[in-house]
């Protein structure tokens, strides 16, 4: 299920904790297994960690720090996932001096934030329920999952590395996942 999320805002327009409880709630009510992990992206993670009702619910604990283990903690989830990674968009240039920045977990979301709890198992099989599973296939003509190449280009008297992975992420157990949007800036 998508939802809005308000994340990011201060005071009581902060819908974090509820938003969580309704989804742990969903999930629970729709396949009577209780989710145990979140991913959120950074930005919003920012902006959440320094909100009142994220420093209410510090407080109100033994914690000291709003880290990634404290929120985790607090949430009673196994994994807390924040996706920092980003890549270049830019042309690559000679000069080597072009670099736009993209946040990779922003997904389609534009910089708005996202948010998605989900059940992962512990230990992945053919008859454990998850939320997603992410098929590998053995690259064409070799027995391995992950290919690499090297290649001499004499003309530019260079090198070209190249490695190939055929994977697929798959959806498998759609009700036991929860996805939030526009949880940064809404």
């Known amino acids: 299920e998508d939802a809005d999320g308000k994340w990011g805002e201060a005071g009581s327009t902060n819908t974090f904790f509820a938003d969580i409880a309704k989804g742990k709630g969903k999930i629970l009510d729709n396949t009577g297994i209780i989710p145990n992990s979140l991913m959120m992206d950074f930005e919003t993670w920012e902006k959440l960690k320094n909100s009142d009702a994220a420093i209410?619910?510090?407080?109100?604990?033994?914690?000291?720090?709003?880290?990634?283990?404290?929120?985790?903690?607090?949430?009673?989830?196994?994994?807390?996932?924040?996706?920092?990674?980003?890549?270049?968009s830019a042309e690559e240039t000679q000069a080597h001096t072009d670099f736009t920045a993209v946040r990779i977990w922003d997904g389609d979301t534009a910089g708005k934030?996202?948010?998605?709890?989900?059940?992962?198992?512990?230990?992945?099989?053919?008859?454990v329920p998850s939320a997603l599973y992410r098929?590998?296939?053995?690259?064409?003509?070799?027995?391995?999952?992950?290919?690499t190449y090297e290649h001499t280009l004499s003309t530019s008297h260079s090198w070209l590395y190249q490695a190939i992975e055929d994977h697929q992420v798959l959806a498998t157990g759609t009700d036991l996942g929860y996805k939030w949007t526009d949880t940064a800036d809404t």
């Open 135 to 147: 098929a590998r296939h053995k690259v064409l003509g070799t027995q391995q999952y992950l290919a």
């Open 56 to 88: 209410a619910r510090l407080n109100n604990s033994s914690l000291k720090n709003m880290t990634v283990d404290a929120m985790r903690s607090i949430l009673e989830l196994d994994r807390l996932i924040i996706g920092k990674a980003v890549y270049s």
């Open 113 to 127: 934030g996202i948010g998605f709890l989900y059940y992962a198992p512990m230990t992945p099989g053919l008859k």
